[in-house]
């Protein structure tokens, strides 16, 4: 049976059910398995699968210890008609490129594709013997996408709760409608006063505080836990899609079965590009993963230097969910790279920690940067990417993903490489940025850009998105900082 252990330590061996109810390990490290890469999924027929067959053979040599019966429910849950599109994340060309669209998905962004599937995983890891009446509460402070799409996700999940943090006036007129008219018996929902920093700081002080989990636990049967992208079970149903992507490149008889494939992705928190990796450790034929970043290069320095050093100033973008400093996945990335040393991550993640950098050695970087490419684009590049994949291709990407486009143009196409781009949000959740990048009217609201977008592209808004203007709000809380811990204690008791 395979089992995952902790990045920084092999002490404590899990299930995958246990590592996913989990989420982090108890000495900050990451969950990983050992025997990743032992077995390959096969991709004999796979041009002939639908995208629901393929999430079966890639969860089941990822997950082993959910019977295929449990996979297939929570597949055919997570991948239904909540997705505008059947192939739920369509590839489609763009110039002599492809772009793999990830947004087709309730919330239109890709966050969806994992956080779709977590809570469906996460009803089906209730300890043996299945008698319990303990509940999780999934508690999370957002700058954006990940609030929504978790909302959504989890929204009368059996035997969860979710509890959601975003920081007052910091997020967009669309983003805060998408959470504060988000249905569901089991959802709360609160605006803080301070920025995203000061609520994340405050959930992670409750994630620490051993006698409100007491509280909680005695209290309410509650047991907190996160939908961060840290958890295992986000991360592998990503891995997904890079398998998908190249199903369609052979229907649409653009490569033959074994031809390799070069993918670019928009990175923040290096989960989207690390579920790549996945893929090739499972014996997907990837030349390279192409790393994207914005303004906030610290990864294009790493892997240029192999020194990572989180001491720089944040900026504050028009691709905010890229706005990250700490890569919280790399560090599973590098437990590959290291050989399974996990007393070298402990090390280098107790630098991080004490000084704010690490150092990788030269041989590792070396490898690494076989597989891995890298990139950035500044926020004027950005616009800039908007209206020259709009000119060129009569397409029309989202800041993030032309964080993406931008990086692929200037790296010189290989004839026989083709190349994936994978496009992490729908254009219409960021409707003034890309108005503005077009040339197009971006005097009005959030929805009047909709709109004129629309009709200047003849394409549709995403419908959920559209009508949130006339979605009655649910939640009008604004709570201090010091006032965190109390909603959630009334959230839990509500559950
Ligand atoms: C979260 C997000 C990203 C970054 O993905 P990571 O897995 O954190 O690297 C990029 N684009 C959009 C729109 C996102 O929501």
Known sequence: ????????????????????????????GLFVSDSLGETHVDLANIASKSYQEIALDVLSALLPDYSADELKACIAEAYGDQWADPAITPLKPLGDDFVLELFNGPTSAFKDVALQILPRFMARTTPAGGETDERIMILTATSGDTGKAALAGFADAPG????????????????????????????QVAAVKGNFDDAQSAVKRIFGDRDFAAKLASDSHVTLSSANSINVGRLVPQVVYYFSAYAQLLQQQIINTGDEVEFVVPTGNFGDVLAGYYAKLLGLPVKHLIVASDRNNVLFDFLTTGSYNRNRPFFQTISPSMDILISSNLERMLYYFAEKDTRLIAMLMNDLKNYGCYEIPEEMLAKIRRVFGCG????????????????????????HT????????????????????????SPYKFPRVVNEALGFDASGTDFACMDE????TGTKAPAALRGLESAP????DVVDIDGMEAFVDRAAQAL
């Open 453 to 456: 977008l629309a009709a200047q």
């Open 402 to 425: 032309a964080c993406g486009y931008f990086v692929m143009r200037q790296i010189p196409a290989d004839p026989l490489t083709p190349r994936v781009l994978l496009s992490t949000a």
């Open 1 to 28: 049976m395979t089992t995952f252990h902790s990045t920084r330590s092999t002490t404590d061996s899990l299930t995958a059910k246990q590592a996913i109810r989990k989420g982090i390990a108890d000495d900050g």
């Open 160 to 187: 969860t709760g979710i509890t959601v943090f975003y920081p007052e006036g910091k997020v967009s007129e669309v983003q805060q409608l998408q959470m504060t008219t988000q249905t569901g018996a089991n959802v």
């Open 473 to 476: 709000v649910r939640f009008h």
């Open 376 to 399: 950035w684009a500044d926020e004027d590049q950005v616009r800039e990417a908007i209206a020259d994949c709009w000119k060129r291709n009569r397409y029309v990407i989202d800041p």
